[in-house]
């Protein structure tokens, strides 16, 4: 029996909780903020008090990974425990990696975070297209083949971005490329009328620019992961004009904002719902 694919299982996650994904991002200043010390006990106290506040209450989790990788194979053990204790909690989680090669190098990304028998497998993670969205196929097909999903980089909100994302060959842009390559991954789920299974990343802070590229993100029925809500300067209500059409497939991320409300666990949850609420109140009031 193939397994329920991703697209199907987060839209169904966003539809009973809201299209918010809170992180869980333990840099050294947060650990500070919470009282905690910034060694591997501080780190999982962190994690498992956000997991606590998270689980079972929101559509999909984001933990970064560099937050726990630099404190080495602690760490990294750390952050095994969260994405379990996740999955024990029936939450989605969206491991933040941003791994992108090419080969055997792709696969063995692949293998570790999207494979039925890593210790550090995901429902979902981050990847990297800039060396070209085929170099991604050994994730992209271990997604499929798992049920898993892959959110691809597309349009970011860091200055650096559009000098490659905007950039064109033969007058199509990277971030246009990008777009086609999700949309085609995810033809079958658009023609079912659902969501794909191939994500894009696309800045709550980016503005006009999907509008001024030309992108159809509505048409690639990639679900859309829009990091930068809150502490970076994306609103609830400025999605709408970022995103027009395509809002009902966006998943609202902030995790300054919301771990801003820790260490209690009633307060996070609460900022976490809150945030939920407000992301379902922009799309409903957008449906025609």
Known sequence: MSPRPFGARLRAAMDEHGPF?????????????????????????????????FGGQVACVKPQSAFFERFGSRGVAVLERTLEALREAGTLSLLDAKRGDI???????????LSDDSPVRADAVTVSPFLGYGSLRPALDLAAATGRGVFVLA???NPEGPSVQHAAVDGRTVAASVVGGAAADNADARAAGGLGS?????????????HTL?????????????????AQGGTPEGLRATFGDALPQVLGNSSREVLGAGPDVASLRAA??????ELAAVVEAAQP
Do not use: K, N
């Open 21 to 53: 994904c809170p992180g869980i991002d333990p840099h050294a200043a947060l650990l500070e903020a919470w009282g905690l010390p910034d060694t591997v006990d501080g780190l999982e106290r962190f994690a498992m008090t956000c997991v606590e506040a």
């Open 103 to 113: 080969g055997t190098t792709m696969g063995g990304y692949a293998q570790a975070y």
């Open 155 to 157: 349009l970011t909100s």
């Open 198 to 210: 191939v994500g894009l990343v696309v800045g709550a802070t980016v503005g006009d620019a999907a």
């Open 214 to 230: 030309g992108l159809d993100l509505a048409g690639s029925a990639a679900p859309l992961l829009a990091p930068g809500l809150g």
């Open 272 to 277: 976490a719902r809150r945030s939920a609420a």
